[in-house]
């Protein structure tokens, strides 16, 4: 069969030879997006711009899973929903009586941190977001959302779930944003052991139930069970939200470091709801009540 | 000539139709089962039309499904347009197979295409996938008669 496509170059080389020319060509040029798009953004901002005209296709692709999830809804047994509805208000309860001891502890930190002429505290606004669709490429630590610029969403912007830390905003678009999951193994979040307060970076493995701490100090106090949390610095995450707990702590004499394995808390491969931390507003000391001698 | 004409957008729709297949979003356990839509719509396009699908528009078709799953660009583009090279270059002999062992050939193009994939991975520090990163390519030899003969039957009727 001729081939259509061939012009001039099979004149020097052949049919055969053309068709391995051009397969080489495309080969190479395909290398070079990849190279491009792994060291460099220009090609991240072009995908980003295309993936923003393509929002409705996936929102049409999402919409039998929704619309099954809906009926799934629908017709739930009358005792599950009972069922479920006797479990959230247990956990209402409990999270209830948390917050009271949380409120008043907040307001005696506060005290006490006007007492020591302190910074200010912070408090935080969330906003409520559902993930639409995780990345079909097993290797890409991301998943979509369903709030995008005009919820106010910001790339950036630290994303958790109820038990820690899920990551950060990459990609923005109208509805809908990206998230780059805290396990993806280019993403490093600032940390810091609460126990003894030393400061370092959680790297992701690629492993959804895995972090690691390289630069841990081969002496340093760090043990399995101890809760990781961030750190603040680097101002992208804020201070003192959960991130995971010491699972495994290897010590090699050879090395400058040991290797602190961490079992996030968050559920990067299983949860569905996430909150964006929205808004860090600083809040003013309340005076200490003045005490009558 | 109008016939191929109207195969052509057979070809393309078909086409467009995988790309949305592999985006749908599937229950937690199927998704490591997902077939590779997209490389069987262009096989069995470049295996029996042979020049409706260069190179060219096996790269494009690429891209556009990098740039829809997420993953590196170019990626895909790639793996597709190795894999309409190799039937390209094989396609009278594959033409000629019995349709067991055609199926055979088709394995062995994808199961190719999954070791290009990994040995990317590799180059990108990323860590090795689990066993069943290579469940796919036999999922999609399963679904590889029946695709044949919807695509086949769909062009007919385009040819009609």
Known sequence: MANTESSGSSRWFGEEGARTARLMMYILLAVVLMSMDQRGHYVAKIRSTVQVAFEPVFFLVGWPASALRTLSEQFSSRQTLIADNRQLQQQLLKTAAAVQTQAALGQENQRLRHLLQATHGRAYTFLFAEMIRVDLDPFSHKVWIDRGAKEGVFAGQAVIDGLGIVGQVEDVMGNSSSVRLISDPDHALPVQINRTGLRTVAYGTGKTDLLLLPNVPLQADVSPGDMIVTSGLGDRFPPGFPVGEVEQVQRDGGETFARVYVRPFAALDRGREVLLIERVTKVEPVPAPVEEP | ?160
Do not use: C
């Open chain 2, 1 to 160: 000539m109008n016939t191929s004409r109207e195969s052509r957008s057979v070809m393309l729709l078909t086409i467009v139709a995988a790309m949305l297949l592999s985006l749908l979003p599937l229950p937690e356990i199927l998704v490591p089962l997902k077939p590779y839509w997209v490389a069987l719509v262009i096989i069995y396009w470049s295996l029996e039309t042979g020049g409706m699908i260069n190179l060219g528009m096996a790269f494009l078709v690429g891209l556009g499904l990098d740039i829809l799953s997420g993953s590196l660009m170019g990626m895909h583009a790639l793996s597709l347009v190795v894999m309409v090279f190799l039937v390209q270059r094989f396609r009278y002999r594959l033409r000629f197979f019995p349709p067991w062992q055609q199926a055979l050939s088709v394995l062995g193009l994808l199961v190719n295409d999954r070791i290009i994939l990994i040995w990317i991975t590799a180059l990108l520090g990323e860590p090795m996938p689990t066993w069943q990163y290579w469940l796919p390519p036999l999922i999609s030899i399963a679904i590889w008669p029946w695709l044949f003969l919807l695509l086949d039957s769909l062009r007919a009727r385009a040819r009609r």
